[in-house]
């Protein structure tokens, strides 16, 4: 499909605005190069991003059982809410009470359902909040004199982002294998704790979709040996309304409210990565916090210990309107009905799957679970791309692909709360078809899909002659 | 209780006992008991859609929007054109996630292209990423590209928002950067304050905090004579009048994408763009898309240069970055094209021209402007009681600038009529 | 697989060609380029950087992972191969052709293997 700049028609414009009513002056020097932007008619504009929003798949497209990234429905009256003026159109340096008292609102709910102290709202994304909370743990450590604990224990199935933080952060990534079941290998964590450890990094239900029993134990562990955990609430939706990682022993958590509390993910973002934290850390977390006094609020500094900042402002505020709009709806009922429904729907379409295609762990699971083909690629040549690439023809959104990094060949499938039986049933009926392709006619899976609008891309020559921008005829 | 959980009770009993469960405890018994919450939740109750949106609806209420606003510092009043409106809420673009599978997300992927060639365009450098969280984090994010073991400082001008300081202050204090800030002198930052050579990289705004427009060419050509690596903010809209960064000589170009299209919010969601020169391609963080082809020829779009991320790279990656800010850079996007070059320099014109006319008149209420050197759309005044005269204004359904160091930091925009500006003036003068 | 006979290996895949007896060129076997499949990208050494035998010299990209370079020997960096910057493919299509980097006082050699040592150590691994 043509491009902006490829439609673009020298001359060709919108009327957006008037003439200026003011003596027009300019600067003494000026911008050299001429400004290369497309020259369109609103009509242009209007039909091109038509046509990309028809090449684009969304959670309203249909089924996205994408592992790790809980791509559940998201609410339309959310969406309503942040549209509206008194959010829109406030600065972020004037006094805003509504926005005020909405923000320590969701601190209450969140801390409540994370069984956390306090709560900050600048972090931006997942990862942003996981660099946050390690800063607590680097400053926890730092103001306490224990200079030599710079090590942070990571379990080998953990999402990339977390060594990746921990490595921002200065500290020194310990891996350590999972037990094969894919929760922690307690001797092994045994092994890695000690006088160097800062803290301990972990998702409860894990990558494998498995609620770590000895989750007690292992904070214990970490405890003792004098460093501190940290909950990455990737997997919250879970567990949300029925256990708390402040109670599994986690010192700060992070969450995701474009996962658990259903703001949209916007093709990538923007996101938001509230950190909570127990009491004791409080006072490091970053930006001012809100404080109400006879019902006017008003921001207040943390005082000199506080990191510092970790973005501009108060972070991604409209994104925190539409998760306190969730909130409002679902209620102290609503947020373990959405966990137990998650975790019920996971398991029907796990039931209707197996005995057909292989789990990577048998038994029950959370909110998600892992599929692994290493025997049928062995068998058939058909690998987890093969069929994540085959779905897309049902009109499915593939699941995540090989993740966790500790089984082979996965595709790690979360249903959500938000899909009906009937969808569950379907897709799994998909899953079925696809299989009785592999038996009859496996090399034809090899280029799947057949029906989107380009065929695999070659990704070798996009990375090794890289063109990552339009190049305008230049 | 509102609930968005399609199956029906009956629908879920027949699943669970198809799935071998009597009851939802069962799909809980992974969980220590003592683990399980023993009480019901401190929320309140759940509600229908029509309570919710009452609920927003009054906090919304509890803030003032005003009429007239003159206040800038990081956060602008644009107009925004209803095709902007009109794209981004559209619920593809909306609830797509990150386009890791390419064939079904060419809609998102060709977005980001063209956003990154928009990006390269305005700023003149060679290569754009998908954008990060905003212009402080792209800011602190460039400091880390230039992190090397040898070079363990690193100037930052305070001519920049003193939210990207702190940005920049607290991801180098994690990675134990040491920072040295270069005082400002009558508004701008002195060449001659760049004297140490073991500095890895420099950051400078255009225009700076205080709106003024600092002399850009001069900190690029002392820093470069040191062999420090040139990290320059600038606000997207000066640049369709300001030389570019890339004619400003700049390694690195980032910045608040806030101004192109996206309303304040209270602060956020914005965007933060970050540009390089094509040496430092490798170095960016965060997502890029790059065009190939399929395996039948036709042009494609994809996630490229993946190698340089964390989930490949894990600890070893420069960034931790994962999710962006897709939606706001589809955002300035469709506000580029909808204002084309014409538009976005008569934004830019308009800006500069109210600014200095706003200047003048205040000038003449008797509000000095604080520093001589020239500036683009925000300028700082003296001002006996700031927050008095903010009080004031405020009454009068004008937001004022902000109150800095003893006096006001104004901002005008092309949203700022003659009209608007000769009535603050009158109230000025009141 | 090629394992030509002139040259040494390492147990991680390296190949050494000795150019005096203290200069030699290191590059990545036959059998490393097809474990790790197309190429897109190489991370070389800066010149003038020390390598410690053993240790991670540098890395090679492919599209969805990067994998360490070690150094067969140890010695200092005097050049490295610019013109793999632009075309990372010629590691496939040329392993032998295609060195990495130049070493200058090179050390730590007894661990290298012939061919025919490292044909079996890959067969070994291969199994």
Same mark, same amino acid.
């Given at each position: 499909m043509k491009t902006l700049f490829e439609r673009s028609v020298p001359g060709r414009h919108c009327t957006v605005l008037p003439a200026c009513d003011v003596p027009v002056l300019k600067p003494s020097e000026t911008r050299e190069k001429a400004l290369r932007l497309p020259e369109l008619s609103e009509t242009d504009i209007s039909r091109h991003y038509t046509s990309l929003a028809k090449q684009t798949f969304g959670v309203n497209d249909g089924f996205y059982p994408l592992g790790s990234c809980t791509m559940k429905y998201n609410p339309k009256v959310n969406e309503k809410a942040a549209q509206l003026e008194g959010f829109t159109d406030v600065h972020p340096l004037q006094d805003a009470q509504g926005s005020l008292e909405l923000l320590k609102t969701a601190e209450k709910y969140l801390c409540e359902i994370t069984g956390m102290d306090e709560m900050t709202f600048?972090?931006?994304a997942g990862a942003h909040g996981e660099l946050t909370g390690l800063m607590l743990i680097k400053r926890y450590h730092e103001l306490n004199g224990? #200079?030599?604990?710079n090590k942070i224990i990571v379990p080998d199935s953990a999402h990339g982002t977390n060594p990746a933080s921990s490595a921002m952060c200065g500290f020194t990534v310990v891996n350590i294998p999972s037990a094969p079941d894919g929760c922690v290998d307690l001797e092994k964590l045994r092994e890695a704790?000690?006088?160097? #450890?800062a803290g301990l990094m972990l998702t409860n239900p894990n990558t494998l979709g498995i609620f770590d029993k000895n989750i007690k134990a292992i904070t214990d562990i970490v405890h003792e040996a004098g460093g501190l955990c940290y909950y990455d609430g990737a997997n919250l939706n879970a567990v949300m309304g029925i256990a708390r990682p402040g109670d599994m022993g986690f010192d700060c958590v992070h969450l995701n409210l474009h996962k658990s509390f259903s703001t949209p993910h916007g093709g990538g973002g923007p996101g938001s990565g509230p950190v909570g934290c127990k009491s004791f850390l409080a006072d490091y977390l970053p930006g001012e916090k809100v404080v109400e006094e006879n019902g006017v609020y008003r921001w207040q500094s943390r005082g000199e210990n506080s990191i510092g900042c970790v973005r501009g402002f108060h972070g991604n505020f409209l994104v925190v309107v539409k998760a306190f709009a969730y909130l409002t709806t679902l209620g102290k009922q609503g947020v373990p009905e959405v966990a137990k429904n998650a975790v019920l729907n996971a398991n029907y379409i796990k039931h209707l799957l197996e005995g057909t295609w292989q789990v990577a762990r048998p038994g029950i699971c959370m909110h998600e679970f892992v599929l692994t083909l290493e025997e049928l690629k062995k068998e058939t040549g058909v690998s987890a791309m093969d069929v994540a690439k085959a779905l897309q023809d049902y009109g499915i959104h593939p699941p995540t692909m090989y993740f966790p990094l500790n089984v082979h060949e996965a595709l790690m499938i979360e249903p959500t709360e938000t899909e009906s039986k009937e969808t569950l049933e379907e897709a799994a009926a998909a899953f079925m078809d696809i299989w009785k392709t592999i038996q009859e006619n496996p090399e034809s899976l090899h280029d799947t899909p057949h029906h989107s609008y380009i065929k695999r891309p070659d990704e070798v020559t996009a990375a090794r002659h890289p063109v990552l921008r339009d190049p305008l005829n230049d | 209780m509102g609930s968005y959980i399609p199956s029906t009770d009956l629908q879920r009993q027949e699943m669970l006992e198809e799935a071998?469960?009597?009851?939802?405890e069962d799909l809980y018994r992974d969980v220590p008991e003592e683990l399980k919450l023993n009480h019901e939740l401190d929320l309140p109750d759940g509600k229908s859609e029509l309570e919710t949106y009452s609920v927003l609806k009054k906090l919304a209420h509890k803030n003032k929007v005003y009429s007239s606003v003159f206040r800038g510092a990081g956060a602008y009043r644009h107009y925004i054109p209803s095709i902007v409106t009109s794209v981004v809420n559209k619920e593809e673009f909306v609830t797509a996630?990150?386009?890791?599978?390419?064939e079904i997300s060419q809609g998102v992927l060709q977005s980001i292209f063209e956003y990154q060639t928009m990006i390269c365009e305005l700023t003149g450098m060679d290569v754009s990423n998908a954008s990060v969280y905003d212009g402080a984090v792209a800011a602190a994010e460039a400091v880390s590209m230039c992190r090397s073991p040898k070079k363990k400082k690193v100037y930052v001008s305070q001519g920049v928002h003193p939210d990207t300081m702190k940005v920049i202050h607290t991801y180098s204090w994690a990675a134990s950067d040491e920072i040295i800030e270069l005082p400002l002198h009558e508004g701008l930052t002195d060449p001659q304050d760049i004297k140490d050579s073991d500095v890895s990289c420099i950051v400078i705004q255009q225009p700076n905090f205080y709106g003024v427009i600092e002399d850009v060419r001069a900190l690029v050509s002392a820093a470069h004579e040191k062999g420090i690596t040139v990290i320059l903010s600038m606000n997207p809209i000066a640049m369709a009048s300001l030389p570019t960064p890339a004619e400003y000589g700049a390694d690195i170009a980032v910045g608040e994408g806030q101004p192109l299209g996206m309303p304040l919010s209270y602060g956020g969601p914005y965007l933060g763009f970050m540009a390089a020169t094509s040496k430092l391609m490798r170095k960016l963080p965060g997502r890029i898309v790059g065009r190939t082809v399929d395996s039948e020829g036709n042009t494609a779009y994809v996630l490229t240069l993946q190698a340089r991320e964390q989930h490949i790279r894990r600890e070893k990656a420069s960034s931790n970055i994962c999710s962006n800010e897709a939606l706001c850079a589809l955002t300035a996007s469709v506000y580029l094209s909808a204002m084309g070059p014409d538009g976005l320099k008569e934004v830019a014109s308009q800006c500069y021209s109210k600014a200095h006319y706003l200047a003048a008149k205040l000038e003449e209420a008797g509000l000095k402007r604080r520093y001589a050197a020239d500036f683009f759309h925000e300028f700082v005044t003296d001002c006996d009681d700031p927050q008095k005269l903010v009080e004031k204004l405020a009454e009068k359904d004008i937001l004022a600038g902000l109150p800095v160091e003893g006096g006001i930091l104004w901002c005008a925009t092309e949203m700022n009529t003659k009209e608007e500006m000769d009535a603050l003036v009158r109230e000025v003068l009141k | 697989m090629k394992t030509p006979e002139e040259l040494k290996y390492s147990k991680t895949h390296e190949w050494v060609r000795f150019i005096s007896e203290t200069e030699a060129e290191v590059g990545l076997s036959d059998f490393a380029q097809d474990a790790l499949g197309d190429l897109v990208f190489v991370n070389l050494p800066e010149p003038d950087a020390e390598a410690v035998k053993g240790e991670t010299i540098c890395d090679v990209e492919s599209v969805k992972a990067v994998s360490d370079v070690y150094a067969p020997v140890s010695g200092t960096v005097t050049e490295v191969n610019e013109e793999l910057l632009d075309a990372p493919e010629k590691i496939n299509s040329d392993p032998y052709g295609a060195w990495l980097f130049r070493l200058t006082d090179v050390s730590d050699t007894d661990d290298l293997m012939d061919a025919e040592a490292y044909k079996a150590h890959c067969e070994a691994e291969a199994h």
């Open positions: 600048q972090p931006a224990h #200079t030599l604990r704790a000690g006088e160097d #450890t | 071998g469960f009597s009851c939802f996630y990150t386009p890791y599978q390419a | -």
